[in-house]
């Protein structure tokens, strides 16, 4: 059980209490096939080259699966193509807070960070009710397909290398990439989280789609975090070296559930990482 369910938590990190499962918890073989985006329907607003970046809206019916989507994109300057990353927010979260934050620096490593609003946002402004798929938070079937979505729409935007694509989460948004990952690891050369793992919990990567995670897998995680536990990472690590699944677990020793948000330090591995695999060259 998490230590600290009702915590608050800033924007950038947020909390990530789980609970019993519910039929929400279906296993990630039962998502709609993937559908081509409708690039006429993915409208980007301002500059993702500059600082402050671009946001996006995405609205259309594919495949029987109505979306209503809006995120953030940023990119380096230049032509490109460049390679890019998925990055997934936390529980109060924001693609403008915690999104854009880690990805003004990946967009120094040559990436362009494209990132999506899901169903654990904060809703200050009360738009989460007007996006779809609609469902419950972190790892749940709407968000999942949402982050896949999110990676389809990389084929709309003509200078990013969609052969070269990561994804990367923190707490809700790491229990995200982790059950993406377990359904959509080819569409990826490599994936990172900090603060996610294996748990029963609905909020949380199931161990079934952890079974299916073949993509190399970074895992970020601090031993003194009270929001999820360093437990939850180790059971993925355990389910990862079972299947000899190419993968690290880094342990901060002191580190907090925030302090592992953006640590420069778990930055410069995630990037090493990158690099090995073929999405950074």
């Known amino acids: 059980m998490l230590l600290a369910a009702g915590l608050m938590l800033a924007l950038a990190c947020g909390s990530d209490p789980t609970s019993a499962p519910t039929s929400d918890s279906s296993p990630s073989s039962s998502l709609p096939t993937s559908s081509a985006p409708s690039?006429?329907?993915?409208?980007?607003?301002?500059?993702?080259?500059?600082?402050?970046?671009?946001?996006?809206?995405?609205?259309?019916?594919?495949?029987?699966?109505?979306?209503?989507l809006e995120g953030v994109l940023l990119a380096p300057a230049g032509a490109g193509p460049f390679p890019a990353v998925v990055v997934s927010h936390g529980k109060g979260g924001?693609?403008?807070?915690?999104s854009s934050n880690v990805g003004r620096r990946m967009v120094t490593w040559g990436l362009v960070v494209i990132a999506t609003r899901y169903t654990h946002a904060a809703d200050n402004d009360g738009r989460n009710s007007t996006l779809l798929p609609a469902g419950p938070d972190g790892a749940s079937e709407a968000n999942v397909m949402r982050g896949h979505k999110t990676r389809e729409l990389l084929a709309c935007v003509g200078y990013a290398d969609t052969t070269r694509?990561?994804?990367?989460?923190?707490?809700?948004?790491?229990?995200?990439?982790?059950?993406?990952?377990?359904?959509?690891?080819?569409?990826?050369?490599?994936?990172?989280?900090?603060?996610?793992?294996?748990?029963?919990?609905?909020?949380?990567?199931?161990?079934?789609?952890?079974?299916?995670?073949?993509?190399?897998?970074?895992?970020?995680?601090?031993?003194?975090?009270?929001?999820?536990?360093?437990?939850?990472?180790?059971?993925?690590?355990?389910?990862?070296?079972?299947?000899g699944a190419r993968h690290e677990l880094y342990?901060?020793?002191?580190?907090?559930?925030e302090q592992m948000a953006a640590d420069p330090a778990m930055l410069d591995r995630v990037r090493d990482w990158y690099t090995t695999f073929g999405v950074l060259r």
């Open 165 to 243: 694509v990561a994804a990367h989460g923190h707490s809700m948004g790491a229990f995200l990439t982790g059950q993406l990952m377990g359904r959509y690891s080819s569409e990826f050369r490599a994936a990172s989280h900090t603060a996610g793992g294996v748990s029963p919990g609905t909020s949380a990567t199931q161990a079934s789609a952890a079974e299916g995670i073949t993509v190399p897998y970074q895992i970020h995680h601090g031993d003194r975090d009270v929001v999820v536990p360093l437990a939850f990472d180790r059971a993925l690590d355990s389910i990862l070296t079972g299947r």
């Open 251 to 257: 342990v901060y020793p002191g580190y907090s559930h």
């Open 94 to 98: 924001m693609p403008a807070a915690y």
């Open 39 to 68: 690039c006429s329907a993915f409208v980007v607003n301002g500059d993702p080259r500059s600082p402050a970046g671009a946001t996006w809206t995405y609205a259309s019916n594919d495949a029987g699966v109505s979306f209503r």
